[in-house]
């Protein structure tokens, strides 16, 4: 199967009616392929809490809190960014709510997401939707009652809580730790986490996964035609162990080749209006589970992917490029162009540098504006020289990379495409 076919195959998984119509067979490779997709988020979250739950002292319904920004050895989570302290709880409502404590945080930028384990969004609770007064709230699981104050209710039984607190580093380190700490999570104590296959198992294993973790987070019924579709992979079965290998094989060479349906416009990518919360573009949420778990949905942050030497986001060139920024952006919050190497299986992770710089933004410090206010970043694997040293964001040494710009609490114009980066060029 080559390229265009994948991709033309990609194109067709947005699960039209007729796509949809005939029930899976044991030996139906395209079910097969769909029901690896469809399954991928859970798999993904799964992997991510059993990982987290490595960490000395960490606990189901216990918030634990990252002290330092993200840098080259943050490999946790696919595509972390360099401006905020995360801190993040897995969350096991099966036994009652849990109750979030948000402190005052004033003029502070932060963001509480709570995510299902299909990665949709329930609510954010942060600047945007909340204030910096804080408050208290109620997390409800399905079919739950609550008494408590300001309840919001989960799609799920479990859940992933992830926090946000805006920190420029240095000198700021000590408050943004104040204001994390100020953070609080109180739930029932917790059954222990079973161990569930990775995305990289075996079909046998990773449908195994999949039904077993359906069966302790099930499914919207908005998702019922595909479950029914793929019911022999993901329901009772049984299946063919080989047409379950094939039709893993071209699951994965799409998430490889189909780069999540992005297409690129004026050198950018610019997210669906479905990220965050995907509804049922089930390729999409399926290929933004591999390349940035977590991600938050358009109206806190919007995430755009420069689209590289291949025109699908990755460069690998030793060219000096350069990115042209005007002096503000269409934003009410902050942005921040962050650089990644890129792996074999698809994910992205801050690279070693000189600099130990990892993005430059609106806050970086030392920078040479131009005469207007705007900003010319250079971007190579090697020091470009002169003035331009001082607006060096280094690529990997060797190898692909990628290029993100995250634009937090975008305006109007950034989210209708009324605006569009200007894009990365060769110098």
Same mark, same amino acid.
């Given at each position: 199967?080559?390229?265009?076919?994948?991709?033309?195959?990609?194109?067709?998984?947005?699960? %039209?009616?007729?796509?949809?119509?005939?029930?899976?067979?044991?030996?139906?490779?395209?079910?097969?392929?769909?029901?690896?997709?469809?399954?991928?988020?859970? #798999?993904?979250?799964?992997? %991510?809490?059993?990982?987290?739950?490595?960490?000395? @002292?960490?606990?189901?319904?216990?918030?634990?809190?990252?002290?330092?920004?993200?840098?080259?050895?943050?490999?946790?989570?696919?595509?972390?960014?360099?401006?905020?302290?995360?801190?993040?709880?897995?969350?096991?409502?099966?036994? *009652?709510?849990?109750?979030?404590?948000?402190?005052?945080?004033?003029?502070?930028?932060?963001?509480?997401?709570?995510?299902?384990?299909?990665?949709?969004?329930?609510?954010?609770?942060?600047?945007?939707?909340?204030?910096?007064?804080?408050?208290?709230?109620?997390?409800?699981?399905?079919?739950?009652?609550?008494?408590?104050?300001?309840?919001?209710?989960?799609?799920?039984?479990?859940?992933?809580?992830?926090?946000?607190?805006?920190?420029?580093?240095?000198?700021?380190?000590?408050?943004?730790?104040?204001?994390?700490?100020?953070?609080?999570?109180?739930?029932?104590?917790?059954?222990?986490?079973?161990?569930?296959?990775?995305?990289?198992?075996?079909?046998?294993?990773?449908?195994?996964?999949?039904?077993?973790?359906?069966?302790?987070?099930?499914?919207?019924? %908005?998702?019922?035609?595909?479950?029914?579709?793929?019911?022999?992979?993901?329901?009772?079965?049984?299946?063919?162990?080989?047409?379950?290998?094939?039709?893993?094989?071209?699951?994965?060479?799409? %998430?490889?080749?189909?780069? *999540?349906?992005?297409?690129?416009?004026? *050198?950018?990518?610019?997210?669906?209006?479905?990220?965050?919360?995907?509804?049922?573009?089930?390729?999409?949420?399926?290929?933004?589970?591999?390349?940035?778990?977590?991600?938050?949905?358009?109206?806190?942050?919007?995430?755009?992917?420069?689209? @590289?030497?291949? @025109?699908?986001?990755?460069?690998?060139?030793?060219?000096?490029?350069?990115?042209?920024?005007?002096?503000?952006?269409?934003?009410?919050?902050?942005?921040?162009?962050?650089?990644?190497?890129?792996?074999?299986?698809?994910?992205?992770?801050?690279?070693?540098?000189?600099?130990?710089?990892?993005?430059?933004?609106?806050?970086?410090?030392?920078?040479?504006?131009?005469?207007? *206010?705007?900003?010319?970043?250079? #971007?190579?694997?090697?020091?470009?020289?002169?003035?331009?040293?001082?607006?060096?964001?280094?690529?990997?040494?060797?190898?692909?990379?990628?290029?993100?710009?995250?634009?937090?609490?975008?305006?109007?114009?950034?989210?209708?495409?009324?605006?569009?980066?200007?894009?990365?060029?060769?110098?």
């Amino acid at each position: 199967m080559n390229r265009r076919e994948l991709l033309a195959m990609a194109s067709a998984l947005g699960f %039209t009616p007729a796509f949809q119509a005939r029930a899976a067979t044991p030996t139906d490779t395209t079910a097969a392929r769909d029901a690896y997709l469809y399954a991928l988020p859970l #798999i993904e979250m799964a992997t %991510t809490r059993a990982r987290m739950l490595k960490a000395p @002292g960490a606990a189901i319904n216990k918030l634990d809190h990252a002290r330092t920004l993200s840098d080259h050895t943050s490999r946790r989570v696919t595509t972390p960014n360099n401006d905020t302290l995360y801190s993040y709880a897995f969350l096991d409502l099966t036994s *009652g709510p849990a109750i979030l404590t948000i402190p005052p945080m004033g003029q502070r930028y932060y963001s509480a997401a709570v995510m299902d384990m299909f990665t949709n969004n329930n609510v954010v609770l942060g600047t945007r939707t909340i204030g910096g007064e804080g408050g208290t709230f109620t997390l409800v699981g399905p079919g739950q009652a609550s008494t408590g104050p300001n309840p919001v209710r989960i799609a799920t039984p479990h859940a992933w809580l992830l926090l946000r607190v805006l920190t420029d580093g240095g000198d700021d380190l000590a408050a943004a730790h104040k204001a994390q700490d100020g953070f609080g999570l109180k739930g029932a104590a917790a059954a222990p986490v079973p161990g569930y296959a990775t995305r990289d198992a075996a079909p046998e294993a990773y449908f195994a996964a999949a039904r077993a973790l359906l069966a302790s987070d099930p499914a919207p019924p %908005t998702d019922l035609r595909i479950l029914r579709r793929t019911a022999a992979f993901l329901g009772a079965g049984p299946f063919d162990a080989a047409t379950a290998a094939g039709g893993v094989d071209e699951a994965k060479l799409i %998430t490889v080749f189909a780069k *999540g349906r992005q297409t690129f416009t004026g *050198g950018w990518s610019y997210p669906r209006p479905t990220l965050g919360d995907y509804g049922q573009d089930y390729l999409y949420r399926a290929i933004v589970a591999l390349q940035g778990l977590g991600a938050l949905p358009v109206a806190e942050a919007m995430y755009m992917k420069a689209a @590289g030497d291949d @025109g699908a986001g990755l460069f690998t060139g030793d060219d000096v490029y350069r990115l042209s920024l005007p002096a503000k952006l269409p934003l009410d919050g902050f942005w921040s162009l962050s650089m990644y190497e890129a792996t074999a299986d698809g994910q992205f992770f801050f690279t070693d540098n000189p600099l130990k710089r990892y993005t430059i933004g609106d806050r970086t410090k030392g920078l040479k504006r131009n005469a207007d *206010g705007g900003l010319d970043i250079w #971007i190579s694997r090697t020091d470009p020289g002169g003035e331009r040293s001082a607006n060096w964001l280094p690529a990997p040494k060797t190898g692909p990379f990628a290029m993100y710009l995250r634009a937090y609490l975008p305006r109007a114009e950034l989210l209708d495409g009324r605006y569009r980066l200007p894009p990365v060029v060769k110098a």
